[in-house]
T-cell receptor
Framework: DQQVKQNSPSLSVQEGRISILNCDYTNSMFDYFLWYKKYPAEGPTFLISISSIKDKNEDGRFTVFLNKSAKHLSLHIVPSQPGDSAVYFCAAIQSGGYQKVTFGTGTKLQVIP | NAGVTQTPKFRVLKTGQSMTLLCAQDMNHEYMYWYRQDPGMGLRLIHYSVGEGTTAKGEVPDGYNVSRLKKQNFLLGLESAAPSQTSVYFC???????FGPGTRLLVL
């Protein structure tokens, strides 16, 4: 049972335009969400996060939006740059205990120059 | 400050062979994790540790064992490798999940 889903395995965007990566979750107990970026042959690197008490968090070109009622979050990259081409994973944490992290399956973003 | 390191980077095993993957972190983190990444499956948690001397099972623990004898090291063992264990293995450290560079394992 995939509790965190990224339904788009890939996405292509023109340089300078907005990239929107989507993530849906089913577990209402998740209360912290993260996005990771992964280049080939490297480990994932943390990008941005959001707590369930917020609906938006911004860091430079990256903004994460959370819609708790829809159990949906999205990552916006504006403007997109060729260096943003990577696989993006969303992840969710259920606090309490050891804070298990559940990852989505990833979306491969290609930014076309 | 190396962060999270993994050894080896790549390994080929024959079915039935054993090996140990080492994860080391220099950030004094209590939490450490082992994941495997397979195409279309995302990152799946194998085992984790919340501190020295502690380990616990994740989503896909079968066929693996772990040990956390020292706080900075988290070892993942395969006692009898199977082709289904062909994967890329990532170690992560800390609640913010600082990842190592990965170990690519091929089991023939």
């Amino acid at each position: 049972d995939q509790q965190v889903k990224q339904n788009s395995p890939s996405l292509s965007v023109q340089e300078g335009r907005i990239s929107i990566l989507n993530c849906d979750y089913t577990n209402s107990m998740f209360d912290y969400f993260l996005w990771y970026k992964k280049y080939p042959a490297e480990g994932p690197t943390f990008l941005i996060s959001i707590s369930s008490i917020k609906d938006k968090n911004e860091d430079g070109r990256f903004t994460v939006f959370l819609n708790k009622s829809a159990k949906h979050l999205s990552l916006h990259i504006v403007p997109s740059q060729p260096g943003d081409s990577a696989v993006y994973f969303c992840a969710a944490i259920q606090s309490g205990g050891y804070q298990k992290v559940t990852f989505g399956t990833g979306t491969k973003l290609q930014v076309i120059p | 400050n190396a962060g999270v390191t993994q050894t080896p980077k790549f390994r080929v095993l024959k079915t039935g062979q054993s090996m140990t993957l080492l994860c080391a972190q220099d950030m004094n983190h209590e939490y450490m994790y082992w994941y495997r990444q397979d195409p279309g499956m995302g990152l799946r948690l194998i085992h984790y540790s919340v501190g020295e001397g502690t380990t616990a099972k994740g989503e896909v623990p079968d066929g693996y064992n772990v040990s956390r004898l020292k706080k900075q090291n988290f070892l993942l063992g395969l006692e009898s490798a199977a082709p289904s264990q062909t994967s890329v293995y990532f170690c992560a450290s800390g609640r913010a999940q600082y990842f190592g560079p990965g170990t690519r394992l091929l089991v023939l």
